[in-house]
């Protein structure tokens, strides 16, 4: 059987299957062992590593042939992933590793999941941890582009912002969306409504700025509409900061839920909202934005959980998934703002039709997107090119 070695910086939590990072792990490990890898798994605080970086190396000097390396990186540079978050620059087992990978000739891929050290994300920092995390991240990718082959990253966007940020070669840089699961995907949802004379929208995912999805069913609940809900899907501490602001609004139902209870708010939902501002990008001395949201570079897995579920989703015109939605006809692409959502959700309230339409188109594409097809796309560029 082919052999390759998965790669990550931190400890991979199964139980944790309501983050992304987990999430893309879990689904791209299982995809490789579909079809056909028996895979080393790499994962834990740099001291966990070490014991498991040796185990592996061990057998690659005996002989093993690995066919190649695919990793994906954390929000925190790798050089800082120690327990006690200690720097370890000198004697790097992670470096040591990816020499040896070289000098062995095995190609190495990584995943590269956000630029938010470009971006307003890191502004609630102090001065010293900004700075710190700032130089520890450029001293990360500059030590990884002596090694990598090819970087990943979510979209050409991003791509190209990271390869001027960088100094990466474009040829080294691949766009690899997440995936889905085409088990889960049930036809005979293609008609199915909840409630007959509701409309449930569901988001799933951080606060970031929601404020005029917030707008909108504010708007709708003093023009005394009741048949529109929101589900909003988020994590409990963001739940404790926002409890007063969410909870003024009685269509919103801000709700955490595992797994489990996701699967239960999918089939009481209809459609689903990519409808937020995440965070601002900032300027880069030489390089020209198209527009400074983060969404118009990312690909967040919850747009493909979406389709997973058959939910056609709502978005705006600078969003990168936008191009998708409108080129596939899955859903809506929008003015962002509020009254240009209000008037759409009224509209789909009573033309439950043109839903049933695009869930016809998602099941069409689903099967372009599975974590199967990502996974094929990583080995064709690191096993055969």
Request: aromatic share 18%; glycine share 2%.
């Amino acid at each position: 059987m082919s052999k390759m070695i998965f790669y990550t910086f931190v400890p991979f939590d199964e139980s944790k299957l309501n983050r992304a990072y987990n999430v893309r792990i879990f689904y791209l490990k299982k995809a490789f062992e579909n079809l056909g890898y028996i895979v080393y798994f790499i994962d834990g605080f740099y001291e966990d590593r070490i014991k498991k970086i040796k185990e592996i190396w061990k057998l690659i000097e005996k002989g093993e042939k690995i066919d190649f390396v695919y990793g994906e990186l954390p929000n925190l540079p790798f050089l800082l992933t120690s327990k006690n978050r200690i720097p370890i620059i000198f004697n790097n087992y992670d470096i040591k590793f990816f020499n040896f990978l070289k000098n062995k000739k095995i190609k190495i891929g990584l995943f590269v999941r956000d630029l938010y050290h470009l971006t307003s994300a890191l502004d609630s920092l102090n001065l010293f941890k900004k700075v710190a995390y700032q130089f520890f991240l450029n001293l990360s990718i500059n030590y990884l582009k002596n090694f990598v082959d090819i970087f990943f990253g979510p979209s050409n966007a991003f791509l190209e912002i990271f390869s001027f940020f960088y100094k990466v070669n474009k040829q080294n840089l691949i766009e690899l969306m997440p995936g889905l699961i085409l088990n889960n995907i049930n036809p005979n949802n293609i008609e199915y409504f909840y409630y007959e004379n509701m409309l449930n929208l569901i988001y799933v995912g951080g606060i970031y700025d929601n404020i005029e999805l917030f707008k909108c069913f504010q708007d709708l609940h003093i023009n005394n509409v009741n048949n529109v809900f929101l589900y909003f899907i988020t994590r409990l501490n963001e739940i404790k900061i926002n409890y007063k602001y969410f909870f003024s609004i009685p269509l919103i139902k801000i709700l955490e839920a595992n797994k489990k209870d996701l699967i239960k708010y999918y089939q009481l939902s209809d459609i689903s909202s990519l409808f937020y501002k995440s965070f601002v990008l900032k300027k880069i001395k030489g390089y020209q934005f198209f527009n400074n949201d983060y969404l118009s570079l990312a690909v967040p897995v919850k747009f493909l959980e979406y389709l997973e579920n058959l939910k056609p989703v709502i978005t705006y015109k600078e969003a990168f998934v936008s191009k998708i939605v409108k080129e596939y006809d899955i859903g809506w692409v929008i003015d962002y703002n509020y009254l240009a959502l209000k008037e759409l959700l009224l509209h789909l309230l009573n033309n439950k039709q043109e839903i049933i339409n695009k869930r016809k188109n998602i099941l069409k594409i689903v099967s372009n997107y599975s974590w199967e097809n990502v996974a094929k796309k990583i080995i064709d560029n690191l096993k055969y090119s």
